[in-house]
């Protein structure tokens, strides 16, 4: 494991741009795996700068992100689709058929989650796969439960989810109560993990993903097992880390 230690937010989002553009500049057909939420914001940020100035393409690049609502349309404002459109996907030369998210509106969630699976497989895995950290220790939507899911699978939202995301939408009443999630197999599977995490709110999720015990009760727990795995924190967000020895535990 990895840990970059950053001062803001800022820091966090140019370095984790820096490691993707490296990933990009390496291997300019590469697959991403790519995250929502607040924290990649400044990431991609970065990432549209890179491009526009001609440090990369996204040409050859292929996508596919870790989640979506169930029940939101591409089209919806609070759909995982469009953020990515809105943030990052319509401000880069990427080739839109290169673009994977789980269908919000499919009618079989199952066979959409199969079928997305197979896409997975069929681009060999992702090379890197970038995560957030939800503040109970989520990764994608593997919420904390008795087990680790491996496949991509329909799940329902706890509470907490639902009232963090909450702040995106009118009311907690307006979040969908379920998402589309890759499993915990396919993140792991990712030949490269970059978590990024910033803010004190992810101080205890950032302690138990790194220092805690493996256990689906913190899903994020099992990225101590991946061989090549990289945490992009700034200081807020390594308080607890810091205050319970000062290095890696
Ligand atoms: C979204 C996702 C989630 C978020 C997590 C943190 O695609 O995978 O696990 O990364 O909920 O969200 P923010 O960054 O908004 O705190």
């Not at 553009?21 to 400044?42: D, F, M, Y």
């Not at 990431?43 to 979506?68: A, Q």
């Not at 899911?149 to 009118?170: G, P, S």
């Not at 978590?195 to 205890?204: L, T």
Request: aromatic share 8%; proline share 4%.
């Amino acid at each position: 494991m990895k840990l970059y230690r950053e001062k803001n937010y800022e820091a966090m989002s140019r370095r984790a741009a820096n490691l993707m553009a490296a990933e990009i500049i390496k291997k300019p057909n590469c697959v991403l795996g790519l995250a929502t939420g607040s924290t990649p914001v400044g990431v991609y940020r970065e990432l549209v700068k890179k491009n526009r100035e001609g440090d990369i393409s996204f040409k050859e690049v292929e996508t596919v992100n870790l989640d979506e609502y169930r029940g939101l349309s591409a089209d919806h404002e609070q759909s995982y689709r469009y953020f990515m459109q809105t943030n990052f996907f319509d401000w880069i030369n990427i080739r839109p058929e290169k673009t994977h998210v789980p269908d919000g509106l499919a009618s079989d969630a199952e066979a959409e989650c199969a079928s997305y699976d197979a896409l997975i497989a069929s681009l060999g895995g992702a090379d890197l796969q970038l995560l957030g950290l939800g503040r109970n220790g989520h990764i994608g939507f593997n919420e904390p439960g008795p087990s680790f899911i491996k496949e991509t699978h329909v799940v329902r939202l706890t509470q907490n989810t639902i009232d963090v995301n909450a702040r995106f939408f009118a009311s907690a009443d307006e979040v969908p109560r379920e998402a589309i999630t890759m499993g915990i197999g396919s993140i792991m599977a990712a030949r490269r993990l970059l978590v990024v995490a910033s803010g004190e709110e992810k101080a205890d999720a950032v302690y138990q993903a790194i220092c805690g015990p493996i256990t689906p009760e913190c899903q994020a727990s099992i990225l101590q097992l991946h061989h090549d795995v990289v945490f992009v924190c700034d200081e807020a967000a390594l308080t607890k880390v810091y205050e319970a020895g000062g290095s890696l535990c």
